[in-house]
Nanobody, 124 residues
Framework: QVQLVESGGGLVQAGGSLRLSCAAS????????MGWYRQAPGKQRELVAT???????NYADSVKGRFTISRDNAENTVALQMNNLKFEDMAVYYC??????????????????WGQGTQVTVSS
């Protein structure tokens, strides 16, 4: 029902900046929450930042003051501006969306969707 396409990952030196973008498409009534998670090798996937449809945000403590999430509800896009990147920020970053969808035999309900992931590499 919802497809998420990410862009913007890459290689950056410590202290540098990157901007991730994600666009949602498909069949849904609305996307209630969009955000970013990340997963480093050998670690569990963790929340980076989310924003609900009303604009309320939630950030991981480790990125507060360095990362900024933004969202365009009309375009169903979300972005993550990452400044002062650190070695520990290196991970695969995944776009996420919690959308209101309709499915046969289930009806209207919320469901979670993920992008394919984009690699962020931080060099010393």
């Amino acid at each position: 029902q919802v497809q998420l396409v990410e862009s913007g990952g890459g290689l950056v030196q410590a202290g540098g900046s990157l901007r991730l973008s994600c666009a949602a498409s498909g069949r849904f009534f609305r996307i209630n929450t969009m955000g970013w998670y990340r997963q480093a090798p050998g670690k569990q996937r963790e929340l980076v930042a989310t924003m609900n449809i009303g604009g309320s945000t939630n950030y991981a403590d480790s990125v507060k003051g360095r990362f900024t999430i933004s969202r365009d509800n009309a375009e169903n896009t979300v972005a993550l501006q990452m400044n002062n990147l650190k070695f520990e920020d290196m991970a695969v970053y995944y776009c996420s969306a919690r959308a209101l969808v309709q499915e046969a035999y289930i009806g209207i309900h919320e469901s979670d969707y993920w992008g394919q992931g984009t690699q962020v590499t931080v060099s010393s």
